[in-house]
């Protein structure tokens, strides 16, 4: 398997842009995780989805930040607009309930800067 | 609430010397275990995992890792610090009962010295 799959791996973009991060989980793997890292806060869990259903989003830090997941293999984080405090790592992860007991598989992360 | 710490920041040890990274949580229920590494501009990889059973686990990269029930504790060792494994080390838990939710503590940023 190829892993968890995100992209682009690196965003550059202006203040008040649209930006959209991409995800592809594990085939099989039926939750998916939002995570954004940045030095100050550390990891924190935006959102999560199971079965493509948002069961948590408590995470999602105000309006600007939406994500969906259209069907069992992709899913999109989109931020609109944008502001310079957004500059973070973002990382998708996947897991199977009843396999591993809640282990969570881990993508390569989006870098994203706004200027 | 549910919480998990890790009460150092920032570790450095000498290379060939023993690590001991630190690891709690405050769960009500019988907790999954896991420790995740992430090197420099890496996603986090799984060390190792605790479900049940024996309570020292053994994981990737010669690392293994205690379940104190009684100190509601995680501890990772390794007995020889390689100069490779600095890294940032996470531990994190999670219950049946989060629907495959894992609480990530802070990380502890290891540096390893020549």
Redesign the interface.
């Known amino acids: 398997d190829a892993g ?1 799959i995100q992209s682009p791996r690196h965003e550059v973009t202006e203040m008040g842009q649209e930006v959209t991060l991409r995800c592809k989980p594990i085939s099989g793997h039926d ?1 998916l ?1 939002w995570y954004r890292q940045t030095m100050m806060r ?2 924190e ?1 935006l959102i ?1 989805f ?1 079965n493509n259903v948002p ?2 989003d408590s995470g999602m830090p105000e309006d600007r930040f939406s994500a969906k997941m259209p069907n069992a293999s992709f899913s999109t984080l989109k931020i609109q607009p944008s502001e310079p405090r957004d500059s973070a790592v973002y ?1 998708c ?1 996947s ?1 199977q ?1 009843g396999a ?10 989006t870098r994203l800067t706004v200027l | 609430a549910q919480s998990v710490t890790q009460p150092d920041i920032h570790i450095t040890v000498s290379e060939g010397a023993s690590l001991e990274l630190r690891c709690n949580y405050s769960y009500g229920a019988t907790p999954y275990l896991f420790w995740y590494v992430q090197s420099p501009g890496q996603g986090l990889q799984l060390l190792l995992k605790y479900f049940s059973g024996d309570t020292l686990v053994q994981g990737i990269k010669g690392f293994e890792a205690e379940f104190k029930r009684s100190q509601s504790s995680f501890n990772l060792r390794k007995p020889s610090v390689h100069w490779s494994d600095a890294a940032e080390y996470f531990c994190a838990v999670g219950t049946y009962n989060q629907g495959g939710k894992l609480i990530f503590g802070q990380g502890t940023e290891l540096s390893v010295k020549p």
């Open positions: 968890v939750y995780f550390g990891l869990l999560y199971n069961i948590d990382f992860a897991s309930r591993s007991y809640n282990e969570q598989f881990f993508g390569p992360g």
